[in-house]
């Protein structure tokens, strides 16, 4: 079906999550090909001066310096050009209110950072390849929420 | 009389896959010449059709058998659980046999060499996903889609959403609502 790697973009401002994500996304059995920027400034450059296809799905860091994970997520969902990109928003508070909120703001994804790196492998192989499935059989995005 | 006639068969070729296209009314876009991305997933139908249609001008669509029949056999899921009717209490791996006349293994073994997913999953996937539409829509009661959905119970429904999603329909239904809201 698809043959090409699903382009994977990570916001992310620590160099170890980076890595750990990195390193997790190689394990998982769909072929990826991962872009990581440091800071939403960067991550907003990036995605208007593409040339070529958006990425596949965006995972976005909450705390960011300079902008912010849902900073970078309102721009996203206003923006002609990237408002049906698929976002996963990647953090550390699991609070409920926390998550519902961000699914308000357009998020579709919910990940809360795993301890375990297996976990994380998992996580990550569960949103690629249901968010491939919104992807590959027209299933409707505006229903896509996911909270793992 | 003689005519002589220069062409450019690039040209040709390609006119002739934008008047197919557009005719069966797939968005597409050229990319290059002996590529065209298609902008949605196309039916098993229509990517017959085309087929049909661009076979008379000698072009042939250059296609994995697998993703065709795994087209295929997702349609057939999709048709069934997005009908008005109840779903039917006969099983999946049943219906899927009878109506794609192969055996559920050698279905299910394409399946997942395919798109790296269960066509259980991908079943529970798009029983959830008709739930959504129709907690939206708002016309039934949650048991009512349990019912129509055939779950054994409205309990059965909101556990498999819970554990597909990661929140529970109440919560999926005050999201929507104020997401609308919001943008």
């Known amino acids: ?148 | 009389m003689k005519l002589h006639i220069k062409y450019d068969t690039v040209t040709a070729c390609k006119m002739i896959l934008q008047e197919q296209l557009e005719k069966l009314e797939i968005p597409y876009e050229l990319t290059s010449l002996g590529e065209v991305e298609l902008k949605k997933a196309v039916t098993y139908t229509q990517h017959k059709d085309l087929n049909a249609a661009l076979k008379r001008y000698g072009i042939e669509i250059l296609d994995d058998q697998r993703s065709i029949f795994v087209q295929k056999i997702k349609d057939t899921i999709i048709e069934l659980v997005n009908s008005e009717e109840r779903l039917p209490s006969a099983k999946f791996s049943d219906f899927l046999a009878q109506k794609l006349n192969h055996s559920y293994g050698h279905i299910s073994k394409i399946f997942s060499d395919v798109t790296y997913t269960s066509i259980e999953n991908f079943i529970i996937l798009q029983k959830i996903e008709r739930a959504k539409q129709l907690i939206i829509a708002g016309d039934l009661t949650l048991t009512e889609i349990a019912w129509q959905l055939n779950y054994s119970s409205v309990q059965h429904l909101s556990n498999q959403f819970k554990k597909t999603t990661g929140i529970t329909p109440t919560s999926f239904q005050r999201i929507i609502k104020m997401r609308r809201k919001a943008m």
């Not at chain 1, 698809?2 to 992310?12: F, V």
């Not at chain 1, 995972?59 to 698929?86: H, Q, T, V, W, Y």
């Not at chain 1, 998550?99 to 990940?111: H, L, P, Q």
Request: hydrophobic content about 40%.
């Open chain 1, 1 to 148: 079906m698809n043959q090409s790697p699903l382009n994977i973009l990570l916001a992310d401002d620590d160099e170890d999550d980076k890595l750990i994500f990195r390193d997790a996304i190689n394990e998982v059995k769909v072929k990826t090909s991962l872009t990581m920027v440091s800071d939403g400034v960067e991550l907003m450059e990036y995605l208007q001066n593409l040339d070529g296809e958006l990425p596949a799905i965006v995972f976005l860091d909450l705390n960011m310096p300079r902008k912010g994970g849902i900073e970078c997520l309102r721009e996203i969902r206003n923006d002609a050009n990237l408002k049906d990109l698929s976002i996963a928003i990647y953090s550390t508070s699991a609070s409920e209110q926390d998550i519902e909120d961000t699914f308000i703001k357009g998020a579709n994804v919910y990940i809360k950072k795993p301890n375990e790196f297996n976990t994380l492998v998992k996580v990550l192989e569960e949103v690629i390849t249901i968010n491939w499935q919104y992807h590959t059989s027209d299933l409707n995005k505006e229903n896509f929420v996911l909270s793992i």
